[in-house]
Nanobody
């Protein structure tokens, strides 16, 4: 049974940084494109960043230059380094394949506020 476990969220001031982690269990991620998504209050879940099996990356325009996605296939884990955070980055962050077809995890809450 595939499980996704996101962690690393929290409360941070505008301009601050956080590093999110997502451990995938029950299925090796080696051959998959993996991604981070986020869902802000009252909005639909949206793609933030993706990394494919050859480590090529892609980002939503709103986070380019500030967020970095990476993967560790040995640890079956993906990461999202978030720098220069803005209040509009407040959301629950989730990981999944892209396009998503694994059961969603609980996500990790990121709140950007002074």
């Amino acid at each position: 049974q595939v499980q996704l476990a996101e962690s690393g969220g929290g409360l941070v001031q505008p301009g601050g940084s956080l590093r999110l982690s997502c451990v995938v269990s029950g299925n090796a991620i080696t051959s998959y494109t993996m991604a981070w998504f986020r869902q802000a209050p009252g909005k639909e879940r949206a793609l933030v960043a993706a990394v494919n099996r050859i480590y090529s990356t892609a980002y939503a325009d709103s986070v380019k230059g500030r967020f970095t996605i990476s993967r560790d296939n040995v640890k079956n884990t993906i990461y999202l380094q978030m720098n220069s955070l803005k209040p509009e980055g407040t959301a629950v962050y989730f990981c999944n394949k892209n396009p998503p077809d694994m059961p969603w995890g609980r996500g990790t809450q990121v709140t950007v506020s002074s």
